[in-house]
C-alpha cells in the first residue's frame, strides 16, 4: 500500500529538527532510517501530517568514548555499529545482539535510535540498552532530558518520550575489560521478531563466585525486562544457570499471541537463560586457560 | 542552515544518479522510491512485493549498501547514487553472479532475483569469501518461493570463490 500524503521536512540541523516537532507534536513522526516507520506508513497503521526526516543531521551519526561511558547518536546505522572497533571493544554486549537485528539488508539502514524510539517490545536493541543499564538521551525546545533504559520502555511501543522530544543518542555503560556477555534468541526464522531473547553480562571474582551479574528478557512482556538477579550475587558461578533460570522464569508474566501461548514463551525463557548464563561463563573459561 | 521542504502531494524534480547516468523525474513527497525508479526512470528491474520491507524484491544498492526502496521515499533519495540490476553488468553482458545463477538454475520466476543479485554485490564487497552459514544469513532478508534457496546458496558460493580467484 501507500501511505497517506504527507509534508516532507529534511532539518540538517538538529536544533531545526527540534524545532518543527516543537511545533507539531503528535503531528509530525520523526523519520531516520524508516525500518518499522516505512511500514507503519505503507500499511496506514501510523498517518502523520508531516514527516521529519532526520538522516541527514551529522551530529545524531557520531559514535564518542567517554570515561565511563560511549555515547551512540540516534542516527547510527546498525550495520556501521556491528562494524565499529569502538562497539566490539567497549560494548560487546550490543555488538553480540546487533547480528540478530533484522537482516542484512535492513540493518543497512535501520538506526540504533529509532529501534529504541519504537520500542518493540521483541528488539534487541532495547533489550541490549536494558541489560547493561544504559540512559536514554531526549532532546526538545525545553532543553535536553536523560531517562534511564530500565524506565524508558513502558509497554508494547510504548515509552517515555514526549511528543515533543527526539531521541538524539543512547549511552551505554562500557565494559569491564573483565566481563563477559551472551546473547541468545529464538524467532520462527532468523531475522523474524524474537519469541524470546535473552541478554546476559556477568563477573566473577578469584573465588568463581558471582561479582556482578546483569540478565535482561526481551519479547515475553510488553517490554524488555531487567531481571532482578541481586540475590545471585557472591553464589558459586557453575551452580546458577538453573536456579537462575527458574527464577527468570517465574518473575515474568509473559503475552501470549496467535503463534505462541504464554507457556511456551516461558518455557524458552527458561532455554535461554540457561544457554545465555552457560556462554558467558564458557567465555570467562576460554579467557582464563588462554591466559594460562 | 536551511530545512528542505516538500509540501503534501506537490510534485516536485527529484535528481539523482541511477546505474552512473545523471537523472531527474517528478516525485511527491510520499512516492515510494521503487514506485519513482520504476514510473518515472523506467528502471523496471526494481520489483516491487510486499511493500513493507519484508519480501526483499525491491532491495537496491543505494550508495554502494544493499536496502529496500519500498520503505523509502522518494525525497530522501534527492543525490543519491542507485545501482538497480540493470547497473551490474554491461548492457547484454552477465556479471560471475549472473552466469553461476544461470548456470546452477538459482531462479524459476526470477520475481526474486534482481533484489537478491543487489544484496549478493554489496555482500560479497563486504565478505568476499563467505561460508555457507553468512550466506544464508543474508539470504534470510529475501523471500524466494520457487527455488527452495539450496540452487542460491551454491551459486553464490561458486561466484565468490570465482571472484577472489580473479581477485
Known sequence: ?????????????????????????????????????????????????????????????????????????????????????????????????????????????????GSVAHADPSAEIPLALITCGGTVVLQSRRGQRRVPAREFFVGVLMTQRRSDEIVTALEWPRSAPDASHAFAEIAQRHGDFAIAAVACSVRLD????????????????????????????????????????????GSLTPMEDHLVSADYRTALTKVLVGRAVNSALEMIRQRRDHLQ | MTTLHRAAGERF????????????????PR?????????????????????????????????????????????????????????????????????????????????????????????????PRPDEQQVRDMLSGHICRCTGYASIVTAILEAAAAMSRDA
Not at chain 1, 509534508?7 to 509530525?28: F, I, K, N
Request: proline share 4%; glycine share 10%.
Open chain 1, 1 to 113: 500500500m501507500k501511505p497517506v500524503a504527507f509534508d516532507y521536512y529534511r532539518p540538517q540541523a538538529l536544533a531545526e529538527a527540534v524545532a518543527l516537532l516543537s511545533d507539531m507534536g503528535d503531528e509530525a513522526a520523526i523519520l531516520a532510517g524508516g525500518m518499522t516507520l516505512g511500514p507503519m506508513l505503507n500499511l496506514r497503521v501510523a498517518r502523520p501530517r508531516a514527516i521529519i526526516d532526520i538522516s541527514r543531521i551529522p551530529v545524531l551519526k557520531t559514535i564518542s568514548v567517554h570515561s565511563n561511558v560511549v555515547l551512540t547518536g540516534a542516527g547510527v546505522i546498525q550495520n556501521d555499529a556491528l562494524g565499529s572497533d569502538v562497539i566490539q571493544r567497549e560494548l560487546p554486549l550490543l555488538a553480540m545482539a546487533l547480528p540478530w537485528v533484522g537482516h542484512f539488508q535492513t540493518r543497512n539502514r535501520g538506526t540504533l535510535g
Open chain 2, 13 to 28: 524534480t527529484l535528481e539523482l544518479t541511477l546505474n552512473g547516468q545523471r537523472r531527474s523525474g517528478q516525485a511527491e
Open chain 2, 31 to 127: 512516492m515510494l522510491l521503487c514506485d519513482f525508479l520504476r514510473h518515472e526512470l523506467q528502471a523496471f528491474g526494481v520489483h516491487v512485493g510486499c511493500e513493507h520491507g519484508v519480501c526483499g524484491a525491491c532491495t537496491i544498492l543505494v550508495d554502494g549498501r544493499a536496502v529496500r526502496s519500498c520503505t523509502q521515499y522518494a525525497p530522501q533519495a534527492d543525490g543519491a547514487e542507485i545501482v538497480t540490476v540493470e547497473g551490474l553488468a554491461e548492457p547484454g553482458t552477465l556479471n560471475e553472479v549472473q552466469r553461476a545463477f544461470a548456470r546452477h538454475h538459482a531462479l524459476q520466476c526470477g520475481f526474486c532475483t534482481p533484489g537478491i543479485l543487489c544484496s549478493v554485490t554489496h555482500f560479497l564487497r563486504e565478505t
Open chain 1, 206 to 249: 578469584r573465588l568463581d563466585q558471582v561479582e556482578e551479574l546483569s540478565l535482561g528478557v526481551g519479547g515475553v512482556e510488553g517490554r524488555p525486562v531487567a531481571i532482578q538477579v541481586n540475590s545471585f550475587v557472591g553464589r558459586p558461578a557453575g551452580e546458577i544457570a538453573t536456579d537462575l533460570s527458574e527464577h527468570a522464569a
